[in-house]
């Protein structure tokens, strides 16, 4: 039994730099998340796909930021020109039903 | 606006005794509640789910209340392990796919 796998686990990068990170579901999951996490706050929505397509998008996704998942299976989340406040952990979610299942998160650090 | 607050940021409690968790919500169109705990460096993990339909669930140790005219949920671990120690988050979402995380109550069981 897989769960939810994310890589990379851990990002450094300089502000200005693109970043690309990927996130692979449980198998039978049709629906995939991506959340934001920052110290001492909860997970915050970002982006959610039914299968290929991408369902809703919060408006703290901005301009930079973009996801895909292309063949309903794996997803990528991109960060274009990184800023500092961009730091922050990255988690992916998916589920069949209402309980979301997370992976381990990938944590971009920005210098 | 805060629509999701866990209003305690610590806990800490005995082994074997009760272990309550709390969170309170203002938007009564919530209807789907989730509990996840979380140890440092992972992604949260699924623990218990609520329907506005019920006001009681319960798995193992673990049991969920849900008050809906007060707009509180309650978490209910008994006993209580020191395993338990991490962050827990309570999450709710309105008839969609995406979820409103609180800012998580972390959770000391000492031996």
């Known amino acids: 039994d897989t769960g939810v796998s994310q890589d990379p686990r851990h990002k450094i990068t300089k502000r200005g730099q693109n970043v690309t990170f990927r996130c692979d579901p449980i198998?039978?999951?049709?629906?995939l998340y991506w959340y934001r996490q920052t110290l001492g706050q909860g997970p915050e929505f970002l982006t959610y796909f039914q299968n290929e397509a991408q369902l809703e998008k919060s408006r703290l996704l901005s301009d930079r930021f973009s996801a895909e998942r292309p063949k309903g299976s794996f997803s990528t989340l991109e960060i274009q020109r990184t800023e500092q406040g961009d730091s922050a952990m990255y988690l992916c979610?998916?589920?069949?039903?209402?309980?979301?299942?997370f992976g381990p998160g990938t944590r971009l650090t920005v210098t | 606006d805060q629509q999701v607050k866990q209003n305690s940021p610590s806990l800490s409690v005995q082994e074997g005794r009760i272990s309550i968790l709390n969170c309170d919500y203002t938007n009564s169109m919530f209807d789907y509640f989730l509990w996840y705990k979380k140890y440092p460096a992972e992604g949260p993990t699924f623990l218990i789910s609520?329907?506005?339909?019920?006001d009681k669930n319960e798995d193992g140790r673990f049991t969920v209340f849900l008050n809906k005219s007060a707009k509180h949920l309650s978490l209910h671990i008994v006993p209580s392990q020191p395993g338990d120690s991490a962050v827990y988050f309570c999450?709710?979402?309105?008839?969609?796919?995406?979820?409103?995380f609180g800012t998580g109550t972390r959770l000391k069981v000492l031996a």
């Open positions: 999450a709710a979402s309105e008839g969609t796919y995406k979820y409103i």
């Open positions: 979610a998916s589920s069949s039903d209402r309980e979301q299942y």
């Open positions: 198998s039978e999951h049709n629906r």
């Open positions: 609520i329907s506005s339909i019920k």
